[in-house]
Nanobody, 124 residues
Framework: QVQLVESGGGLVQPGGSLTLSCAASGFITEYYVIGWFRQAPGKEREFVAVISASGGNTDYADSVKGRFTISRDNAKNTVYLQMISLKPEDTAVYYC?????????????????WGQGTQVTVSS
């Protein structure tokens, strides 16, 4: 059974940091691109960050560049999203997702597997 489980969300003050984890099971993550997306209330799901199957290539939404870092440990079947200098506008449910190589990294509809999401709230 394919499963992605996010963890690490929570409440943090502006300027704070969090690290999200995405643990995969039921498939070999080293063959899949892993992306992070987020969705705030009343807004569409948006691309946040992506990492290639090998981990050699990454990309980020302009809104998070320089503040978020995506990484992966294929031996642990886990992908991480380190977030620093958090802002209230980063508040959202964060999802990780997996897509086979060759898909559109930035289109959430091209991802086959999704986690249940983890809430990140940035507020004083």
């Amino acid at each position: 059974q394919v499963q992605l489980v996010e963890s690490g969300g929570g409440l943090v003050q502006p300027g704070g940091s969090l690290t999200l984890s995405c643990a995969a099971s039921g498939f070999i993550t080293e063959y899949y691109v892993i992306g992070w997306f987020r969705q705030a209330p009343g807004k569409e799901r948006e691309f946040v960050a992506v990492i290639s199957a090998s981990g050699g290539n990454t990309d980020y939404a302009d809104s998070v560049k320089g503040r978020f870092t995506i990484s992966r440990d294929n031996a642990k079947n886990t992908v991480y999203l380190q977030m620093i200098s958090l802002k209230p506008e980063d508040t959202a449910v964060y999802y990780c997702a997996a897509a086979p190589h060759g898909r559109n990294w930035y289109d959430y509809s091209d991802y086959d597997y999704w986690g249940q999401g983890t809430q990140v709230t940035v507020s004083s």
